[in-house]
């Protein structure tokens, strides 16, 4: 229970027939290559030979068992708690339901990736400053390399170029341990989407860890596109008399829209800025996450968390520590307490990046789950 095999290994469609029909009373439905038992327990499917139709076949079946419903949210949600996303095929379709990026009816999906990936679309032409260096009509006392002008396209060229060169040096040490991420085509994909977030949010522009909350949500994105990519080719190349059907049906189930390759790097920027609406307070720093030392001004007895800090990460590990550990675990609160253990010490990362460094990358994915 809970352990899957890969989506490549998936069990042959006849066999899975014919396994439902043995037990036919326990109402199974099949999920990636597992047969899925009630909301939210999985075991694994039948295994027999792997073929590009029964792959086929299953991707379908998966996809209807999950999003047919008017709203999908029911469906993923009990999968998504108890682990039991991982190796699915619709892994990122899941995350950005979750996150309300799409809406939870399959029906309306296309419509809202259209107008997100026009929206990247616009960004991307808004915050190029190629053709604005360009433009003749520009005051040449401004649009020069040597102005110092806000409103300069060279300045903002110069200030652009700073930033992609502080992004890429954290971009090439992202997940050193995934080979995902050592291409350059991924990593330049990484740099263009967190230059666009960071110019269109200046209030947090770019800081170090970003790359690391971008990286899992790009991984999720693009494995499922070539998840679809791989069987539509297969489908194509096989030339036996069952294939154009499946095929067919193939393509009046899931839009080919939803998992266009072309699309990976839009759909992740929505994806992120997403996540960062809810994770984006922390890493803004308003006052000094050390609240010990010169300038504290704390009453007598008191401890220098009890202070409001200004700052919304520290804030919240103090209710962490101070409210939910208290609460759960009042032998550890206590503990800490008596160490002077404050919650800054440890759980700034824990919290900035989501538990990304304390997990291998494929556990990181389940816990993001």
Same mark, same amino acid.
């Given at each position: 229970?809970?352990?899957?095999?890969?989506?490549?290994?998936?069990?042959?469609?006849?066999?899975?027939?014919?396994?439902?029909?043995?037990?036919?009373?326990?109402?199974?439905?099949?999920?990636?290559?597992?047969?899925?038992?009630?909301?939210?327990?999985?075991?694994?499917?039948?295994?027999?030979?792997?073929?590009?139709?029964?792959?086929?076949?299953?991707?379908?079946?998966?996809?209807?068992?999950?999003?047919?419903?008017?709203?999908?949210?029911?469906?993923?949600?009990?999968?998504?708690?108890?682990?039991?996303?991982?190796?699915?095929?619709?892994?990122?379709?899941?995350?950005?339901?979750?996150?309300?990026?799409?809406?939870?009816?399959?029906?309306?999906?296309?419509?809202?990736?259209?107008?997100?990936?026009?929206?990247?679309?616009?960004?991307?032409?808004?915050?190029?400053?190629?053709?604005?260096?360009?433009?003749?009509?520009?005051?040449?006392?401004?649009?020069?390399?040597?102005?110092?002008?806000?409103?300069?396209?060279?300045?903002?060229?110069?200030?652009?170029?700073?930033?992609?060169?502080?992004?890429?040096?954290?971009?090439?040490?992202?997940?050193?341990?995934?080979?995902?991420?050592?291409?350059?085509?991924?990593?330049?994909?990484?740099?263009?989407?967190?230059?666009?977030?960071?110019?269109?949010?200046?209030?947090?522009? =770019?800081?170090?860890?970003?790359?690391? #909350? *971008?990286?899992?949500?790009? &991984? @999720?994105?693009?494995?499922?596109?070539?998840?679809? !990519?791989?069987?539509?080719?297969?489908?194509?190349?096989?030339?036996?008399?069952?294939?154009?059907?499946?095929?067919?049906?193939?393509?009046?189930?899931?839009?080919?829209?939803?998992?266009?390759?072309?699309?990976?790097?839009?759909?992740?920027?929505?994806?992120?800025?997403?996540?960062?609406?809810?994770?984006?307070?922390?890493?803004?720093?308003?006052?000094?996450?050390?609240?010990?030392?010169?300038?504290?001004?704390?009453?007598?007895?008191?401890?220098?968390?009890?202070?409001?800090?200004?700052?919304?990460?520290?804030?919240?590990?103090?209710?962490?520590?101070?409210?939910?550990?208290?609460?759960?675990?009042?032998?550890?609160?206590?503990?800490?307490?008596?160490?002077?253990?404050?919650?800054?010490? =440890?759980?700034?990362?824990?919290?900035? #990046? *989501?538990?990304?460094?304390? &997990? @291998?990358?494929?556990?990181?994915?389940?816990?993001? !789950?």
């Amino acid at each position: 229970e809970g352990t899957s095999s890969s989506y490549s290994s998936s069990a042959n469609s006849e066999c899975g027939s014919s396994s439902s029909r043995r037990e036919s009373s326990e109402e199974m439905e099949s999920v990636d290559g597992l047969v899925l038992m009630g909301s939210t327990r999985l075991r694994p499917a039948p295994q027999a030979n792997s073929s590009i139709l029964s792959k086929a076949r299953l991707y379908v079946q998966t996809y209807l068992s999950m999003f047919s419903r008017l709203d999908c949210t029911s469906a993923i949600l009990p999968l998504a708690l108890h682990g039991n996303l991982q190796n699915n095929p619709f892994r990122s379709v899941c995350w950005r339901v979750l996150l309300n990026v799409l809406p939870s009816s399959s029906v309306d999906w296309v419509t809202a990736l259209q107008s997100s990936r026009s929206n990247y679309q616009f960004l991307q032409h808004k915050f190029h400053t190629d053709q604005m260096r360009k433009d003749l009509s520009l005051d040449p006392a401004i649009n020069n390399p040597l102005s110092q002008e806000h409103d300069s396209p060279w300045n903002q060229h110069f200030q652009d170029g700073e930033m992609r060169k502080m992004i890429k040096q954290d971009v090439v040490r992202t997940f050193p341990e995934v080979d995902f991420f050592q291409t350059q085509l991924v990593r330049e994909t990484l740099v263009n989407i967190l230059f666009v977030y960071a110019r269109c949010h200046p209030e947090i522009g =770019y800081r170090q860890g970003m790359h690391e #909350l *971008l990286a899992p949500l790009y &991984f @999720v994105v693009k494995s499922d596109c070539d998840t679809y !990519d791989d069987i539509m080719e297969g489908l194509e190349d096989n030339l036996g008399d069952e294939a154009q059907p499946v095929k067919e049906e193939l393509t009046r189930t899931v839009h080919g829209d939803i998992f266009s390759a072309k699309f990976c790097e839009a759909d992740t920027f929505s994806l992120f800025e997403a996540l960062m609406e809810a994770v984006g307070p922390w890493f803004i720093s308003n006052k000094s996450v050390h609240t010990i030392g010169v300038g504290y001004k704390g009453q007598p007895w008191s401890r220098p968390q009890d202070q409001t800090t200004g700052n919304k990460l520290v804030d919240n590990l103090n209710y962490i520590q101070d409210e939910l550990l208290r609460r759960h675990d009042p032998d550890l609160f206590s503990r800490l307490e008596k160490l002077e253990i404050f919650p800054q010490i =440890y759980g700034i990362r824990w919290l900035r #990046l *989501l538990f990304g460094r304390e &997990f @291998v990358f494929r556990d990181t994915l389940l816990l993001w !789950d």
